[in-house]
Structure formats: structure tokens, C-alpha cells
């Protein structure tokens, strides 16, 4: 019998590692702090639970990094991309789902795999010694004890930034006498995509009144050690985007491009908040980018001087937590492993990837490494030109250590290309540029999965 994997963590990462090695036919130990120790985010027990937004942004794999990183998922036997097709829920060109369904469906597949045994209990330090192989995949709220050990053991400081979770709200409390359907710029291939996002439009006087109050409003006050962490530029509350300038929310989440207000179409909304789907039911909608650290009480007064929400019920209310992440390209070799500790395999958002679907891909290569390892064979990262080799050559070396920051998958860590010359509409050699990438990408990842063929299990997502 094949010695077991152990992986520390049941998020996003540690269930596309536990997936993916397993189904080379190696047993897997799915180490699970939850419930026995609960996170200030999580609200269940579930695997791979979504804490932040529903949605895995964009699933266009024509001409967007996000997209063709999900295609690769896919094309890897991703878990999460097939419980996500079965629970999704409508967002345009964004693949968003109903977080409890998908959590569910990602747990119940876990526990049923006959290679894979979960335990529920916290690892409170380093892995014992006889683990001769273990991936930590903890993610961004990793145990203090865990990550005070991980710190000790590599001789570097961790680091760690805030990430603010944006609230949630009941549909039939929102004005639709105000609000509207309807996808930017009318996106989406059917009829529920082009109508996804619901839509709260401000004129000029109530804009200026809101940001005076979002300014204003008292915030959280952070603990003497959470003081000088600093915020994730992906993921700032509004007040602290507030703050760096008047106009910037119209030029971010507030932004009032692309979308008609059919009660009034003739006026032009100054600034438009967006609410996206939150759930399949459609009962739940969150409000796009408007992560906060606003006191409860007054994120309740803030939020209902947007036009539309004014008697607006809070399914959940907005919340800001501390993420740890550690210096990946100091510390981590080209297959994953810590330098100072080779048997240890870091992945997911505590290798300073970040988001849903950056993390799960890092679990994907990290159990395919693992279980590679495990049956004798060679551990060959995935070209540059694809997403997830471009993610990963990032956090392993390519990412200047010093300045170090947490990375959605962008083009721009992928090797430059060169096309021809694009005539048309402004922005055509971009669009060409992106659908470039995007072909190169995929065709590198599915000459690299040929090349490195792991044995499968018969066992289906």
C-alpha cells in the first residue's frame, strides 16, 4: 500500500490537491481544522466554503487569463470546475455559483473517493517528521499556531495583508422601482446572463452624500499586531478606495459604463452600483466590490442611501479578516517545495496567488507533484506560455521577492508574444494580443498534460 499524502487544509487548494492525487490512484490524509476550530470567516464546516464572492470571475477562455485558466482546470480533472457547472448561478460572462450548493457538492465528492480520509482537527504546528509528504494548503486565514511554526521553521518573516468581504443582501428587499437588470455593455450569451447584475443608479448630489458618508462612518478597529498589514490593491473596502480620492469608486466598482436605466433612460447615471446573484435561488444578491470594514450598524445606515436598497434586509454584512501568505519566491523550489523542507508542498492563497480559481489550480499542480513523487515519476512544471505555468513560475521565481504581492493570473506574467499588425477599432491589437495568449496557452497545457500522464482512478466529479 502507497504511503499517504497528508494535506493541511480543506478550502479551494487542499481539495483540488486532495482530488487530484487521489485520483492517480495515491491515498490522501485531508487535514480539516473545521468545526473543531472555527475561522472569523467561514460560517460551515464545507470544503472549499466561499468567504469572499460567489463568483470565479470571468470564464471566457477565448481571450481572458481567468478563462483559460478554468479551461486548464478542466482539462486537469479540476473538482471545482465540475461542481461549479452544476451550481452556478447567472453573471454574464462570469462563472458565479451558490455557495452552499457548491461547497456541499464539493464535500460530498470529497468524503465519497475511496482514496481520500479526512480528519477534522487542527494541525497546530509543523507536520510530524514521519510525514514524508504533506502539502499545506491553509489558505489566507491559516492558524496562528501553524503559521507562527511555518515562520520558524523557514527563518523568514510571513507576511500577511486584510481582505474585506463585501455584504450580502435579501432580493425582495430591494426596489426594483429603482433598480434593474442587466450585465455591463449587455454581456452574456443568453437572456439570464445579459441580466445577471442588478443595478442602483446615483445622480451627482446623492454620489457626493454617500462618499461624505462612507468617509465618516466609524470602521473596525484593528488589533496593536493587524496595524501595520497592508490591504490587497484587488481587494480594497470602499472606504479606503474612498479615501485615495473622491472620484475613485466611479472609476472602480461604482463605475456607470455600459448599462441603460430603463425607468429613466434619457439621464445618464452619475455613479451605478452593481448587486450580483448570490445564490441559485436568486433570493441573495452581493454587492460587487464593496468589500468594507464599516461597524456593522453603520454599514446598514451607508448602504441604504444607494438608491433601491433603502430598505434593504442584510443576509450577511460586510466583515474584514487578516490573510497570510508567505514569501513564495524565497522559499519555494519549482515543484512547490520548501526549500529548507522538501517533503513540505505549499499551495493555494498562502503561496500569494490570489482568488478561487488561481488557488485551486496551485492544488491541482501540487497534487499532481505529490503524487508524481509518490509513484516514481518525474515532476515537470506546466509551460510558461499556460496559466497555470505562468502562476506558477511567478510565485517560484519570477516575482520580485522584495516587493512580493498576492497576483490574480493576468496576461502579463505570461512569456510576450508578437503578432501582426491589427487594423480596426481602438483596443483591436489588444483583444488580438489576448486571444493570442489565450490559443498558445492552452495548446502548451495539453502538449504538457501528454507529456506527463499520471495513472486514473475511476472516479468522477
Not at 256 to 282: E, F, S, W
Not at 293 to 307: F, S
Request: hydrophobic content about 45%; charged content about 20%; some cysteine.
Amino acid at each position: 500500500m502507497t504511503d499517504p499524502i497528508h494535506i493541511i487544509g480543506g478550502g479551494m487548494a487542499g481539495s483540488e490537491a486532495a482530488w487530484a492525487a487521489a485520483n492517480a490512484g495515491v491515498p490522501v490524509i485531508l487535514h480539516e481544522m473545521r468545526p473543531t476550530r472555527g475561522t472569523f470567516a467561514h460560517q460551515t464546516e464545507g470544503l472549499a466554503e466561499l468567504v469572499c464572492s460567489n463568483s470565479f470571475r470571468s470564464d471566457d477562455h477565448t481571450s481572458n487569463a481567468v478563462g483559460v485558466l478554468h479551461e486548464e482546470m478542466r482539462r486537469a480533472g479540476s473538482l471545482l470546475m465540475a461542481k461549479a457547472a452544476l451550481t452556478r448561478t447567472p453573471a454574464g460572462g462570469a462563472l458565479a455559483v451558490d455557495r452552499d450548493a457548491f461547497s456541499a457538492a464539493v464535500t460530498a465528492a470529497i468524503e465519497a473517493h475511496p482514496l481520500i480520509e479526512i480528519r477534522r482537527e487542527e494541525i497546530a504546528g509543523l507536520p510530524p517528521a514521519d510525514w514524508d509528504s504533506v502539502i499545506i494548503a491553509t489558505g489566507p486565514l491559516t492558524s496562528q499556531a501553524l503559521a507562527e511554526a511555518i515562520r520558524a521553521r523557514t527563518g523568514a518573516e510571513h507576511l500577511a495583508f486584510f481582505d474585506a468581504i463585501a455584504p450580502i443582501v435579501y432580493a425582495e428587499s430591494i426596489d426594483m422601482g429603482k433598480a434593474w437588470f442587466q450585465s455591463r455593455y449587455d454581456k452574456g450569451e443568453t437572456e439570464a446572463e445579459r441580466r445577471a447584475y442588478l443595478n442602483c443608479p446615483m445622480d451627482e448630489a446623492q454620489y457626493n452624500a454617500f462618499i461624505d458618508a462612507l468617509l465618516a462612518a466609524p470602521k473596525t478597529e484593528f488589533k496593536e499586531w493587524e496595524k501595520d498589514t497592508p490591504y490587497f490593491d484587488g481587494c480594497l473596502p470602499i472606504e479606503v478606495m474612498a479615501e485615495r480620492g473622491r472620484e475613485t469608486l466611479r472609476h472602480g466598482p461604482m463605475k456607470p459604463v455600459g448599462l441603460t436605466n430603463p425607468h429613466n433612460p434619457t439621464v445618464k447615471a452619475h455613479a451605478i452600483v452593481q448587486l450580483r446573484q448570490d445564490n441559485a435561488l436568486g433570493s441573495l444578491f452581493n454587492i460587487v466590490g464593496f468589500q468594507t470594514k464599516m461597524t456593522y450598524g453603520a454599514q446598514k445606515d451607508v448602504l441604504r442611501m444607494i438608491p433601491g436598497l433603502e430598505t434593504a434586509e442584510f443576509a450577511r454584512l460586510g466583515g474584514i479578516h487578516r490573510n497570510t501568505f508567505i514569501n513564495s519566491p524565497t522559499l519555494l523550489d519549482p515543484a512547490m517545495r520548501l526549500r529548507a523542507e522538501p517533503r513540505m508542498r505549499f499551495a493555494g492563497q498562502i503561496t500569494g496567488v490570489e482568488g478561487y480559481v488561481e488557488s485551486g489550480a496551485m492544488g491541482i499542480l501540487a497534487g499532481r507533484f505529490a503524487a508524481a513523487e509518490r509513484l516514481g515519476l518525474a515532476v515537470i512544471a506546466p509551460p510558461r506560455e499556460s496559466a497555470m505555468g505562468a502562476l506558477l513560475a511567478h510565485i517560484t521565481g519570477d516575482a520580485e521577492a522584495a516587493s512580493f504581492q498576492p497576483m490574480n493570473v493576468n496576461f502579463g506574467l505570461f512569456p510576450p508574444i508578437e503578432i501582426e499588425r491589427v487594423k480596426g477599432r481602438k483596443g483591436a491589437r489588444k483583444q488580438a494580443r489576448a486571444q493570442a495568449n489565450a490559443e498558445r496557452a492552452l495548446d502548451a497545457f495539453d502538449r504538457w498534460l501528454s507529456q506527463t500522464p499520471l495513472p486514473k482512478a475511476p472516479v468522477q466529479a
